[in-house]
């Protein structure tokens, strides 16, 4: 009996080692999801730059922004001279390194403001990328370091597991998984990090 449920048990787990191995590697065209996987790795990685887990923390201005309406920031909060508030009010007074669900203050190492340079909000996808790819308005990257902080950064990573709200409602994370986003991110810099015109 005992050795019965064993084999039950390996067959199960096989079972859906199999399915995750074989999904995770679908490639691009099999349409399992119409809406992402007809397109290229560049509209994939933009539609995950410009959604609000990320672009709410890359504010045209000194205020992060909240929410799902992308809303100014509670409490006054503003950037501060370092992009981590104010004295007495900084990002980590309430932003810890992991998400808190029970106060829905979301968390995660290095919780601060991008810098002013970082700005996305309001630009269009071709924008974005020019912004990112120039090192003036980078942080200094050159390409491969862009990929590392894009793929691994761990205020990036947080947008997919992004936490509750206040309300206790999850966040919504951005609309491509986040391997898919990973290697769509990859894809697209080997092929030389083409921007397309406008
Ligand atoms: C909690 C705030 C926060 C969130 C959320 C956040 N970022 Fe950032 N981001 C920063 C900060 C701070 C920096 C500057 C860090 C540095 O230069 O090392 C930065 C820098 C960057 C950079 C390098 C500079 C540039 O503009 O090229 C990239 C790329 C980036 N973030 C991508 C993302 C992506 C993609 C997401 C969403 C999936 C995201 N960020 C979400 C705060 C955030
Ligand atoms: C007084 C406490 C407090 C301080 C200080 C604070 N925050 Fe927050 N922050 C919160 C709370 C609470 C939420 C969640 C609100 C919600 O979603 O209901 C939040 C949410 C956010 C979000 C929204 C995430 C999303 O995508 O919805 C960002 C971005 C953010 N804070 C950035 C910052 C930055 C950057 C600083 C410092 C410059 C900062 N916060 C300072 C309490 C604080």
Redesign the pocket.
Known sequence: MRFRLFIASLLLMGSFGLAYSLSDRLPETVPTNQEVTAEDPFTLMMN??T?K??V???PNGDR?RQGEDSHYHNFGVVRGPD?HGLEGLTCNTCHQSENDDFSGVPG?P??????IE?Y?EGLSRTEIAH??LDPE???G?NLKE?VK??TE?E??L??WEPGVNSEGIPREP?PVSKEKYIEAVKAWAEAGAVVPAE
């Open positions: 995950v730059l959604h887990r990320c709410n923390c890359h992060p992009n995660a290095e919780w601060s403001l991008a810098p970082m996305w912004s990112m308005r980078n942080g990257r862009l902080h894009l950064h205020l990036v947080w947008a951005p």
